[in-house]
């Protein structure tokens, strides 16, 4: 049976009221949807609000709402829970927005959303920029669950860098000085972080 079929299978019991196969489901996309919203928060935000926090409050009003969901198959399924998460993480950003009284940093629903869905098709990608990447392993738009899985098997820094020089975007020196290491040691290290992502999805 492969992954998005059982996933189907889930989200079947789950309409016939089982309470044990909705913690299944959800539970497979916590990663997935923690890595996003780290990935979302930013420099700004993250000392204000917790990913798994984030990440909590999403479950919690997927498990609430889930008769909502129409959707039969785990593509749906994880464009209903980016929608969700999209909507916490707007309501976080509005509010500390709001607090400070900044026209600058008010933020649209759409462009939160927008963030999201680059985050997860970065992580389609395999978080690669350049050669051989996980996503020619893992085919799937609904691969990035798993890549996100990989990511969080890695060691700390790995983690870090990756999502500090792929989802937020940034030099190599201003890493390099949150990190405490040289610039080229960042680089060196990104490139062992992606060689090891790769690694953990071949033998996933």
């Not at 998460?85 to 607090?99: C, D, I, K, P, S």
Request: hydrophobic share 40%; with cysteine.
């Amino acid at each position: 049976m492969t992954v998005s079929s059982t996933v189907s299978d889930l989200i079947r019991r789950c309409r016939d009221g089982e309470a044990v196969a909705r913690d299944e489901l959800f539970a497979r996309y916590q990663t997935y949807l923690h890595v996003l919203a780290q990935a979302q928060l930013g420099k700004r935000l993250r000392v204000k609000c917790a990913p798994s926090d984030l990440v909590q409050q999403t479950l919690l009003e997927a498990h609430r709402d889930f008769a909502a969901f129409q959707g039969e198959h785990e593509r749906e399924l994880l464009a209903w829970l980016r929608r969700i998460l999209a909507h916490n993480l707007f309501n976080e950003a509005r509010r500390y927005g709001a607090l400070q009284r900044a026209a600058d940093r008010e933020v649209s629903l759409e462009h939160v959303r927008a963030g999201v869905e680059e985050s997860s098709w970065i992580l389609q990608r395999g978080l690669a920029d350049g050669g051989p990447s996980p996503s020619e392993i893992a085919q799937e738009h609904e691969s990035a669950s798993r890549i996100a899985d990989a990511l969080a098997c890695l060691p700390e820094d790995y983690q870090t860098v990756l999502l500090l020089r792929v989802f937020e975007e940034l030099p190599a020196d201003e890493v390099a000085e949150r990190m405490g290491r040289t610039a080229g040691a960042v680089r060196m290290l990104q490139m062992r972080a992606l060689t090891a992502l790769r690694q953990e999805m071949v033998e996933d």
